[in-house]
């Protein structure tokens, strides 16, 4: 059975580095069928994509993050990751992990963990 | 990017009752790469609805979508105690991917 599972820091300082990691379990990371992605939902608020992985390395990111934002593969932990940098607490939301068809929709969702910024 | 709008954004009703949910997009998205979830409170979004019109494994078929190019409907028919939710849709036709800004189905 396919899960998905957000870990890292809840709290992270202004200007400092936002580091998530997304273990994945019943699949594995390197399927050609599949990217890997971070989507966002600020506090009372609707979902923002943030960014895909291939099993290839190839990245796709949205613009207004792109200068900030790294998702990277561990292939041996069979793991993605999500790096932020100068975070200001216009970042902090719940921050999701999922898995999308190649060409298609995220079928599949990590539980989500909540990110806040603040001194 | 393709801006999704949703509307309304609150619907109300009753149990037993039947709605629409409309998003439109500011371009034309292919319907192939276009989809619908429900999230409820505390939890994860959750794959209602792809390809528009495809629901998803486990989906109840009161959930049916539609639409094709810049307009897009997700209908619930004889709504059930658990579709009260926020409903978001998504189209994956063009990057940067978007989504709606959300329509919440409350109890009337």
């Known amino acids: ?119 | 990017e393709i801006v999704l709008t949703q509307s309304p954004g609150t619907l109300s009703l009753s149990p037993g009752e039947g709605g629409t949910l409309s998003c439109r997009a500011s371009e034309p998205v292919n319907s192939n790469y276009f989809a619908w979830y429900q999230q409820r409170p505390g939890q994860a979004p959750r794959l209602l609805i792809y390809t528009s019109s495809t629901r998803a494994p486990g989906v109840p078929d009161r959930f049916s979508g539609s639409g094709s190019g810049t307009d897009f409907t997700l209908s619930i028919s004889s709504l059930e105690p658990e579709d009260y939710a926020v409903y978001y849709c998504h189209q994956y036709t063009k990057s940067p991917q978007t989504f709606g800004q959300g329509t919440k189905v409350e109890i009337k």
């Open chain 1, 1 to 119: 059975q396919l899960q998905l599972q957000e870990s890292g820091p809840g709290l992270v300082k202004p200007s400092e580095t936002l580091s998530l990691t997304c273990t994945v379990s019943g699949d594995s990371i390197t399927s050609a069928s599949h990217y890997w992605g971070w989507i966002r939902q600020p506090p009372l608020k609707g979902l923002e994509w943030i960014g895909n992985i291939y099993y290839t390395g190839s990245t796709d990111y949205n613009p207004p993050l792109k200068s900030r934002v790294t998702i990277s593969l561990d292939t041996s932990k069979n793991q993605f990751s999500l790096r932020l940098t100068s975070v200001t607490a216009a970042d902090t939301g719940v921050y999701y992990c999922a898995r999308q068809v190649v060409g298609g929709d995220y079928g599949a969702w990590g539980q989500g963990v909540l990110v806040t910024v603040s001194s």
